[in-house]
């Protein structure tokens, strides 16, 4: 959960989670629970019943940037996200883990299972590994393979009908973000349709910064993340929009985005470190994980190349005959 006195103080800040519902998914303590979200909702129902106030446009409380067991680096269920990012009252999830959408449509398909989909709209997301850094696909409708460059990419994600979005760009202590070349190359083509201007786990601030004035600079709308890879991390980054339920209405609404943010402890690191040797050990033993396919599918053959054959060693000259050692050119 947000920490007291963490709140971002980039850019237009939002409010956090204040929508919520009373669900019915299975309890470690087998007793059903009422978020604190959702009570706020209630009571605030209540107050406009009696005075008469208007109510207000129903809001949208989003985080666009989450991983699940089925990335790597994370052993989180999709049981223990719904029921925490229920609690904690986002409406909107975009799951995206490393190279597949086999996270987000098993997220989805739980959510329907349970019977809260209703409830929590799960978005298919993606964090593509291009060969220019990594970029995230929303609204997809199959895993994007890794290798092709950011412009491919881009490209591909909005033939699917998806938007782009930019994770953690300016991060320099994650290899795998986006290079600032390929990275204004896609701002001014116009590929790009959000920037992760506030990431949880970006470790310092002006990093976050840096992404904020790009964004600015190149007149991108502007999202906060939470990235998160483990349950305690839910919900850290928010996005509060009007009510969509479409790339097309996402992408209109994103201007009027207003979000607010809270900084991970740089120990979430750690997690993933955990994730990632537990995965391999699990795997190691014979167990089945959902992260099997580590880096997604293989990229597509760009080239094809004749094979080269050897000649038999019977067509080649005998170096100890004098005649065809003279007939060499």
Aim: one cysteine or more; charged letters at 25%.
């Amino acid at each position: 959960m947000p920490r007291r006195g963490e709140r971002a103080e980039l850019g237009r800040r939002g409010h956090g989670p204040c929508t919520g519902a009373i669900h019915d998914l299975p309890q470690e303590s087998g007793e059903q629970r009422v978020s604190l979200a959702a009570q706020t909702v209630a009571a605030r129902a209540g107050v406009r019943e009696k005075t008469g106030a208007p109510r207000t446009t129903p809001k949208a409380f989003a985080d666009f940037h989450i991983h699940t067991r089925f990335s790597r680096d994370s052993i989180l269920s999709e049981d223990k996200f719904i029921r925490v990012a229920l609690e904690r009252g986002l409406t909107h999830v975009a799951i995206t883990n490393h190279n597949n959408v086999e996270g987000a449509i098993a997220v989805r398909d739980r959510a329907q299972e349970l019977g809260v989909d209703d409830q929590l709209t799960v978005i298919l997301g993606e964090e593509v590994s291009t060969v220019d850094g990594e970029v995230v696909g929303l609204y997809l409708h199959h895993t994007i393979p890794r290798g092709l460059s950011a412009d491919e990419t881009a490209d591909e994600i909005h033939r699917q009908g998806g938007l782009v979005s930019i994770p953690h760009p300016f991060d320099p202590f994650r290899g795998s973000h986006i290079r600032e070349v390929p990275l204004t190359r896609l701002a001014e083509a116009g590929k790009i349709d959000a920037v992760e201007v506030f990431n949880s786990r970006v470790t310092f601030q002006r990093h976050n910064l840096r992404a904020a004035e790009f964004a600015a600079r190149y007149g991108l709308p502007a999202i906060a993340c939470s990235d998160s890879h483990a349950s305690y991390e839910i919900a850290m980054s928010t996005n509060a929009l009007p009510l969509f339920g479409s790339a097309a209405e996402l992408r209109a609404v994103l201007p009027q985005n207003q979000w607010h943010a809270s900084r991970s402890t740089i120990l979430v690191h750690l997690t993933t470190r955990y994730a990632v040797w537990s995965n391999i050990v699990r795997r190691w033993m014979g167990r089945e994980t959902a992260a099997a396919p580590v880096l997604g599918p293989e990229p597509p053959a760009r080239f094809e190349h004749e094979p080269i054959e050897r000649p038999d060693r019977r067509e080649l000259p005998d170096p100890h005959d004098p005649e065809a050692s003279s007939n060499r050119g």
